[in-house]
């Protein structure tokens, strides 16, 4: 079945800028959104659309789509950033939807 | 309120079934379909299937088996997720999620989670 890719953990430090990545074969054609999981909570929408920002996230969360891969950008990262990050997205057929593995961003 | 409300915990046996619910407040609950998703402990999420809260079709995800259920009762504005012939394996949380009002769709609005536990 159809699976996205992403790297188990990324570390950086308060200030600097946090880059994940999501790779799959029908990314080029469906749009990604990217959820942030803190622990014990349900998680939430951070970008929507491969860009796009819901109200109430801050201006340093954005996302770029090019080809089969798409990023997570955090610039400016806090420690409160610290969470687990999912994209997900949809088959060729639009008709499932996939989660990726999850990325644990730690802030040191 | 905009929220989907969900039991804290559920506990079961090997082989028994259980339903959870999920009960939307705040909106029009047939305005969105809800979707189910689980994650198993310490593991990522994995996407269900969702049910047209309209029409109460609904989709599973492929490999899903017959052992699940989705259904409604518009009247309490409430989805519910049934497991039959529980295994230890399906301890895990499982979350009901909104899709966005319109096309392409996404999961706006999240339940808290229901932690199954199936053990002897």
């Known amino acids: 079945s159809y699976a996205l890719t992403q790297p188990p953990s990324v570390s950086v430090s308060p200030g600097q800028t946090a880059r994940i990545t999501c790779s799959g074969d029908?990314?080029?054609?469906?749009?990604t959104y990217w959820y942030r999981q803190k622990s014990g909570q349900a998680p939430s929408v951070v970008i929507y659309?491969?860009?796009e920002r819901p109200s109430g996230i801050p201006e340093r969360f954005s996302g770029f789509s090019s080809g089969t891969t798409v990023t997570l950008t955090i610039s400016g990262v806090q420690a409160e950033d610290e969470a687990v990050y999912y994209c997900?997205?949809?088959?060729?057929?639009?008709?499932?939807?996939?989660f990726g593995g999850g990325t644990k961003l730690t802030v040191l | 309120q905009v929220q989907l409300v969900q039991p804290e915990s559920e506990l079961r046996k090997p082989g028994a079934s259980v339903r959870i619910s999920c009960e939307a407040s705040g909106y029009i609950f047939t305005s969105h379909p809800i979707n189910w998703i689980r994650q198993a402990p310490g593991q990522g999420l994995e996407w269900m299937g969702w049910i047209n809260t309209i029409s109460g079709q609904s989709t599973f995800a492929q490999g899903l088996t017959g052992r699940y259920v989705f259904s409604l009762d518009t009247s309490v504005n409430t989805a519910y997720l049934q497991i039959d012939s529980l295994r230890t394996e399906d301890t895990g949380v499982y979350f009901c999620a909104r899709y966005s009002i319109s096309s392409p769709y996404y999961f706006d609005l999240w339940g808290q989670g229901t932690l199954v536990t199936v053990s002897s």
């Open positions: 659309m491969d860009t």
């Open positions: 029908a990314l080029s054609r469906q749009f």
């Open positions: 997900q997205s949809a088959d060729f057929t639009g008709t499932y939807r996939v």
